[in-house]
């Protein structure tokens, strides 16, 4: 491993890199925000300062994806996977239909929660090396679930299905990588680690049309009314990691100049990538060209035997976190929001040099 005196390039999968000017900002906000004279860590949750800021965050949240007033965001804990459960609770009961999409890992995993809790759950399409491109959807599903990015599989939606059915999707690997239009979903949620933020707080997207679905759940700590009832303070939030978000909103917004802006940044450093991988003999991507993420590419090496010497050698050259997920052994390189141009140019440097020298 580096240290800091040498260039670091993180492409971890999550937590990974945050911008420079953000963590910047973070250290120097530490110790007095807001000019309350204490840190953003030591104030109460239901002081005007935190009560505020959780209401900024929502409202720079809905501004980048162009959300309407009455929609709304929530900032809860429990990762992603508590997602994968609350969302099932809210929006069907015991029995009912519920359709989804297995595009491996983390869709295997949503699909897990909704059977532990006894849903009558149909895969709609599967596909581990793409996105299935014919989808079987029921009629009186409650709702169509899918990954739109999949970190460990190296996969991504470009174009989401088109149904009556609400669909519902995790987009913690990609969520304001790239516009959507988010109103065409009943449900969004992501964690933060990846693309928006560190890890502590997931944001669940509910859409006013969708309030509707809501059930009523018990216990009432896993119902979504209750959060949008408390505005997010239902109990104690996760304060540093939605201050996180914040300073990452306004980086991307004031920075980058918005969501087009990083969708041509991450599109460049994907499209650089991948053009690499495709002229060398020794990487090989096994992802279908149209569906490969912007966000997490996947590759192997011909000759697997090589890859602890390039992984040892990455580490010794300051590429850090480019080891395939543990499910699937190979490479994977992880583009998220912060990591920039430049990082990928220095690593494709670097795996031009280590197959010259192989
Ligand atoms: C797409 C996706 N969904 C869900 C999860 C699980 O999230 P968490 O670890 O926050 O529970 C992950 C984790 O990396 C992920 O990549």
Redesign the pocket.
């Given at each position: 491993m580096q240290t800091s005196e040498y260039p670091v390039h993180n492409f971890y999968?999550?937590p990974g890199k945050l911008p420079t000017s953000v963590l910047a900002r973070i250290g120097k906000e530490l110790h007095n925000y807001r000019s309350t004279g204490m840190s953003v860590v030591e104030i109460s949750h239901r002081a005007k300062p935190i009560v505020d800021l959780i209401e900024r965050t929502q409202q720079k949240f809905k501004e980048l994806l162009g959300l309407a007033a009455g929609d709304e965001v929530l900032f809860l804990q429990g990762?992603?996977?508590m997602q994968f459960i609350m969302l099932a609770m809210n929006l069907s009961e015991k029995g009912d239909s519920v359709d989804y999409v297995d595009t491996g890992y983390?869709s295997k995993k949503a699909i897990g929660a909704a059977l532990e809790l006894e849903r009558d759950v149909h895969i709609a399409g599967v596909s581990e090396t793409g996105i299935p491109k014919h989808l079987s959807i029921r009629e009186n599903a409650k709702y169509l679930h899918l990954?739109s990015?999949n970190?460990v599989m190296g996969t991504q939606w470009f174009q989401f299905p088109e149904t009556d059915v609400p669909l519902v999707a995790?987009m913690?690997?990609d969520i304001l990588s790239r516009s959507i239009q988010a109103n065409d979903f009943g449900l969004i949620y992501a964690?933060a680690q990846k693309t928006i933020g560190t890890s502590g707080v997931?944001a669940v997207i509910i859409p006013e049309k969708a309030r509707e679905q809501l059930l009523p759940v018990t216990p009432s700590f896993l119902s979504y009314a209750s959060h949008i009832e408390a505005a997010s303070n239902y109990h104690t939030p996760p304060v540093f990691s939605i201050y996180v978000v914040e300073c990452m909103l306004d980086w991307l917004r004031d920075e980058i100049g918005g969501v087009e802006n990083m969708e041509k940044i991450n599109q460049e450093k994907a499209e650089k990538l991948y053009a690499f991988i495709d002229q060398s003999s020794l990487f090989d991507c096994p992802v279908v060209k149209e569906d490969r993420s912007m966000m997490n590419v996947v590759f192997n090496l011909s000759d697997e035997g090589l890859t602890d010497k390039l992984l040892n050698r990455a580490d010794a050259n300051g590429m850090i976190g480019i080891k395939g997920h543990r499910s699937k052994g190979g490479l994977r390189v992880s583009l998220y929001n912060p990591v920039t141009v430049e990082d990928v140019e220095a690593l494709i440097q670097f795996l031009t040099d280590f197959e010259n020298a192989s």
């Open positions: 999968a999550g990762g992603g996977s983390w990954c990015n970190t995790d913690s690997s964690h997931t």
